[in-house]
C-alpha cells in the first residue's frame, strides 16, 4: 500500500506531499482507496460531500464499527499524517481475516475529504459536512487562492457539489469510529510505547489578519511618510509569541499575502493568518484577545487599517469515556492516554457519534513536514492494536 502511495503528490523539490482537495494528486488517492476496497472485496461508496467509505457487512443493519482518517496533506506534508490511519485500517482487516474473526457488526472503512483544509482554508470540511458543523452556503463561499470556489473544484474534479449538506441518517449507522493517527509531539515516544490513546483535542482555530496602508515607492517614499502594512503585521507576530508563551499557549502565523509583492514596492496589503491553540478555552481567548489588541495599537501607530475575522474554530473536545475506557480494556489498562494540539475528523464526529482515536508513536514529534516519520515495527504495532480494537467492537468473541 505505501509502495503505491508513495508517488502521488510528491514534490520532488522538497519531498514533502501537496495533496489537496479536489486535485489530481487527490484524485489519484481517490483512486487508490476505491482500488484498495474493491480489491478486498468491501462495498465501496461516496457519500454526498465526497468522503469514501469502505464497507465490510450491510450498512443499514446500524451500529456500525467504522475506522479511517484522510488522505490530504498541507502544503509539503509528511508521508504519516492521515495515511497511517488508511493504510493500517485496511491493513488491520486483513489482520482480523487472517485471525478469522467472525464479525457480527459491520464495518467501514473511510477516507474523509479535505480534512487539512490546505485549499480553501478550513479544516475538516467533509466531515463538517457530514456533521452539520459546516453550513452549505458558508462551504459554497470557500475559495482557494485562485478564486476558485469549492463547488467549481469539486465540478470540475468530476463531483456534483449540488448534494453536500447534513448527512444525520449515515452518521445514525455508526456505532463507534476510531481513527488512528501518526502522534504529532513526542508524548508516546517519551513514555518509551509504541501505542496510545487520545483523550482529547486541543480547542483551535484560525484567524485572518488584513493589515491594509498604502503601496508606494520603496526607494523614494520617506521612512515618516510611509503607511507600511508590513511593520504592523511583523510585530504582531512578535505579539502572538509572547501571548502564547504567557498563556502556555501555542500561536502561529504560518501563511501570509502580500499585495502588491513587489521587492521594490511598500505593501499595500498583508494578509496573515494565525492559527492557535491551547489546552482550555480561556487560555486560547486569552491569547487571541491580545495578539488583536496588540495588533490594532500597532495598526494604529502606522496608520494602518486592520480587520480580524475568525475564519475557523473547533471547540474542546473530549474523547467520550466508555468508548475510551473500552479501548484502554482491550489493549491493556497501562497504555498511555495522550491529549493532542493536532485537529481530527474523529474530533467532529465525536459530537455526533461515540469516538476514540490511537495514536503511534513519532520518534521525533515532527509534523506538517516531509521530515515527518514514523518506524515499521511502531508502524505494525499500531495496525495490531486496531486489529485488537476493531475485533474487540465489531466481532463475536
Ligand atoms: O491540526 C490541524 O491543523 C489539522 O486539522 N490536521
Ligand atoms: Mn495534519
Ligand atoms: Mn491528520
Known amino acids: 500500500m505505501w509502495r503505491d502511495l508513495a508517488p502521488i503528490g510528491r514534490a520532488a523539490d522538497s519531498g514533502g ?21 474493491e480489491s478486498r472485496g468491501l462495498t465501496y461508496e461516496l457519500d ?29 506534508g509528511g508521508a504519516f499524517d492521515g495515511p497511517l490511519g488508511v493504510v493500517s485500517s485496511f491493513a488491520a482487516l486483513d489482520e482480523l481475516r487472517r485471525r478469522g474473526a467472525e464479525f457480527t457488526k459491520p464495518l467501514a472503512i473511510t477516507n474523509f475529504g479535505d480534512e487539512e483544509g490546505a485549499r480553501f482554508g478550513l479544516a475538516c470540511v467533509g466531515s463538517r459536512l457530514a456533521a452539520g458543523q459546516l453550513t452549505v452556503d458558508k462551504a459554497y463561499e470557500l475559495r482557494d487562492a485562485d478564486g476558485i470556489t ?57 484567524w485572518r489578519f488584513d493589515f491594509r496602508g498604502e503601496a508606494n515607492h520603496a526607494g523614494t517614499t520617506r521612512l515618516a511618510d510611509r503607511r507600511d502594512p508590513m511593520l504592523s503585521y511583523a510585530e504582531t507576530v512578535l505579539a502572538a509569541r509572547r501571548e502564547a508563551e504567557l498563556a502556555g499557549a501555542v500561536a ?32 486560547l481567548d486569552t491569547v487571541v484577545a491580545g495578539v488583536e489588541k ?8 502606522h496608520g494602518i487599517d486592520l480587520d480580524v475575522v475568525r475564519e475557523s474554530f473547533t471547540p474542546v473536545v473530549e474523547f467520550e469515556h466508555t468508548l475510551r475506557d473500552e479501548l484502554a480494556r482491550i489493549l491493556g489498562t497501562d497504555t498511555p492516554v495522550l491529549g493532542t494540539g493536532a485537529g481530527h475528523d474523529a474530533g467532529i464526529l465525536s459530537a455526533s457519534v461515540p469516538t ?42
Open 252 to 283: 502561529t502565523f504560518g501563511k501570509i499575502s502580500v499585495e502588491p509583492n513587489g521587492v521594490n514596492a511598500i505593501p499595500s496589503l498583508v494578509r496573515g493568518w494565525l492559527d492557535s491553540r491551547a489546552a482550555d478555552q480561556q487560555s
Open 294 to 301: 496588540a495588533a490594532r495599537e500597532y495598526a494604529d501607530r
Open 356 to 397: 476514540a482515536m490511537l495514536f503511534v508513536r513519532n520518534p521525533t514529534g515532527v509534523s506538517h513536514s516531509p521530515a515527518e516519520y514514523a518506524a515499521e515495527d511502531d508502524c505494525l504495532a499500531g495496525v495490531a492494536a486496531l486489529a485488537d480494537v476493531l475485533e474487540g467492537l465489531a466481532c463475536s468473541s
Open 150 to 206: 469549492l463547488p467549481q473544484a469539486m465540478e470540475r474534479a468530476g463531483y456534483d457539489p449540488t448534494t453536500i449538506g447534513p448527512d444525520p441518517d449515515r452518521l445514525a449507522r455508526i456505532g463507534a469510529f476510531v481513527e488512528l493517527h501518526v502522534e504529532q509531539g513526542r508524548a508516546l515516544d517519551l513514555t518509551g510505547n509504541r501505542v496510545g490513546i487520545a483523550s482529547a483535542i486541543w480547542p483551535h482555530g484560525r
Open 48 to 76: 454526498r460531500n465526497g468522503n469514501q467509505w469502505a464497507w465490510l457487512g450491510d450498512p443499514a443493519a446500524g451500529g456500525a464499527v467504522v475506522t479511517g482518517s484522510h488522505l490530504d496533506s498541507v502544503p509539503d
Open 17 to 37: 506531499y501537496r495533496r489537496y482537495a479536489w486535485t489530481a494528486a487527490d484524485a489519484d488517492c481517490r483512486a487508490w482507496f476505491k482500488a484498495q476496497a
